[in-house]
């Protein structure tokens, strides 16, 4: 058991793979972190010998019961370690398959904007209150995307979705900016990534999704990111010292 002092707290939603679990094994790798991964299915992360994590599989589809579970957790973390920075990492996210809005069924709208809306709305709010007694820095970064900045044919619920998550940072940053120890707050572009999200986007029926060929062209040319190289840039955006200046940004420079 590796029992270096915790000086940082972490939550990593969307862990199980993609962009999620190449954040957490790298954080994992950062001596000193008391690491907590969320996603449907398991999340196995191959960390330094004797450093630990913990895993829970949720639905965020079903984000109120998942918030009270976690303010405990946190709660717990923050009074066994007071000084430790503590951060909140929110990339889970689903798209559904691309395609006009009138043909998607209202059920599979409804679990879109639950999971990719209203968890980080609740989880936030969660994140807030139970880390409000730690002495340490408090940070809120939201995994968003240039969808949610671009508008798409064929992803209305996503493009939404993240274009609300976007305005949920800046309203939240104002909110904290007025607090004494306030959480710094960002909505973060990651850029373009090799997971399974871009699988889906290319490999769309073109007919019900103009820009398919778009999608194959940034593959076939190899400009999408590796997880491991996103998420090393994501991890740089966290640990900046001016993280929280622009609530909304961007990987590849401003939003
Ligand atoms: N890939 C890109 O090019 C790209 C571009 C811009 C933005 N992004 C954003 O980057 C983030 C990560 O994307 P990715 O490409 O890594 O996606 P991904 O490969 O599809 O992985 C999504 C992650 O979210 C989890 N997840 C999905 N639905 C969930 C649910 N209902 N409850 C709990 N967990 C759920 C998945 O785990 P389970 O299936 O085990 O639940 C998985 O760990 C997302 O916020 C995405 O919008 C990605």
Same mark, same amino acid.
């Given at each position: 058991? &590796?029992?270096?002092?915790?000086?940082? $707290?972490?939550?990593?939603?969307?862990?199980?793979?993609?962009? =999620?679990?190449?954040?957490?094994?790298?954080?994992?790798?950062?001596?000193?972190?008391?690491? /907590?991964? $969320?996603?449907?299915?398991?999340?196995?992360?191959?960390?330094?010998?004797?450093?630990?994590?913990?895993?829970?599989?949720?639905?965020?589809?079903?984000?109120?019961?998942?918030?009270?579970?976690?303010?405990?957790?946190?709660?717990? %973390?923050?009074?066994?370690?007071?000084?430790?920075?503590?951060?909140?990492?929110? &990339?889970?996210?689903?798209?559904?398959?691309?395609?006009?809005?009138?043909?998607?069924? *209202? %059920?599979?709208?409804?679990?879109?904007?639950?999971? &990719?809306?209203?968890?980080?709305?609740?989880?936030?709010?969660?994140?807030?209150?139970?880390?409000?007694?730690?002495?340490?820095?408090? +940070? /809120?970064?939201?995994?968003?995307?240039?969808?949610?900045?671009?508008?798409?044919? #064929?992803?209305?619920?996503?493009?939404?979705?993240?274009?609300?998550?976007? @305005?949920?940072?800046?309203?939240?940053?104002?909110?904290?900016?007025?607090?004494?120890? =306030?959480? +710094?707050?960002?909505? /973060?572009?990651? =850029?373009? $990534?090799?997971? *399974?999200?871009?699988?889906?986007?290319?490999?769309?029926?073109?007919?019900?999704?103009?820009?398919?060929?778009?999608?194959? #062209?940034? @593959?076939?040319? =190899? %400009?999408?990111?590796?997880?491991?190289?996103?998420?090393?840039?994501?991890?740089?955006?966290?640990?900046?010292? *001016?993280?929280?200046?622009?609530?909304?940004? *961007?990987?590849?420079?401003?939003?």
């Amino acid at each position: 058991m &590796n029992t270096a002092p915790i000086q940082h $707290i972490v939550v990593v939603t969307g862990a199980s793979r993609g962009l =999620g679990h190449a954040i957490a094994s790298q954080l994992l790798a950062q001596p000193g972190t008391r690491l /907590l991964a $969320i996603a449907r299915s398991d999340t196995t992360l191959i960390g330094p010998p004797g450093q630990v994590y913990e895993s829970w599989r949720a639905d965020l589809a079903d984000p109120v019961p998942l918030a009270r579970r976690l303010q405990d957790w946190l709660e717990a %973390a923050v009074a066994q370690s007071p000084d430790a920075a503590v951060s909140m990492i929110h &990339n889970a996210a689903m798209l559904s398959a691309p395609g006009w809005l009138a043909a998607a069924s *209202d %059920a599979e709208l409804s679990v879109s904007m639950r999971v &990719n809306l209203e968890a980080p709305l609740v989880l936030s709010a969660a994140f807030l209150r139970s880390t409000a007694a730690s002495r340490g820095v408090r +940070k /809120l970064l939201l995994i968003s995307s240039g969808l949610g900045r671009r508008a798409m044919a #064929g992803a209305v619920p996503y493009c939404a979705a993240k274009a609300g998550m976007d @305005h949920l940072a800046r309203a939240l940053a104002l909110e904290e900016a007025q607090q004494a120890g =306030g959480a +710094k707050v960002v909505s /973060l572009a990651p =850029g373009v $990534i090799a997971t *399974d999200m871009q699988m889906q986007l290319r490999s769309a029926d073109p007919a019900l999704f103009p820009e398919q060929e778009r999608f194959a #062209g940034l @593959h076939a040319s =190899g %400009a999408l990111d590796s997880p491991e190289t996103a998420a090393a840039k994501v991890l740089r955006v966290l640990s900046s010292a *001016d993280f929280g200046s622009e609530p909304v940004t *961007d990987v590849r420079g401003s939003a």
